[in-house]
């Protein structure tokens, strides 16, 4: 099935962000070290997976997509990649203590909110534009690139 790296890796990512949102609930409850024990083991994916899935859509998809739908779509997407960063970022200073539970918990609705609306928009407005427009030949060269970027790490 085409674009299968990325849809997989969205099942994922709202997997783990389900577990985010359950930890900002805990933290919201109080149960600050439970919240933050859930978070960071959540910490590997929702870098290094996230890393990995955004430089596919970057560095794969996104460039045949350019061509069909222009740069400001495309543009956007890569923007909301980069709040996730910033989040992320901020979330990890939160994780080390530098900040009271209800920013915690806050931090990680924010999260949620910021990872399952992009997943949204990809699932439901680019990859079908993405199906529909480019060729059987073009969405094997698309996940072929994707498997490669996958084996880089
Ligand atoms: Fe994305
Ligand atoms: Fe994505």
């Not at 997989?8 to 805990?26: C, D, F, I, P, S």
């Amino acid at each position: 099935m085409p674009l299968e790296a990325l849809k997989e890796g969205h099942r994922r990512a709202l997997q783990a962000v389900e577990r985010v949102k359950a930890a900002g609930e805990l933290a919201r409850q109080g149960e600050t070290a439970q919240a933050i024990a859930i978070v960071r083991g959540l910490l590997p994916f929702l870098e290094r997976d996230q890393r990995v899935h955004f430089r596919q859509e970057e560095e794969g998809l996104f460039l045949y997509l350019r061509h069909i739908i222009g740069d400001g779509p495309v543009q956007a997407m890569v923007g909301e990649h980069e709040s996730y960063w910033t989040a992320i970022a901020t979330l990890k200073r939160l994780l080390d203590g530098s900040g009271s539970a209800s920013e915690l918990q806050r931090q990680l609705q924010h999260i949620f909110y910021l990872l399952d609306g992009h997943i949204q928009k990809e699932e439901s407005a680019y990859f079908p534009v993405a199906e529909k427009k480019l060729s059987a030949a073009q969405l094997q060269e698309v996940d072929d690139e994707m498997e490669a970027i996958a084996r880089l790490g």
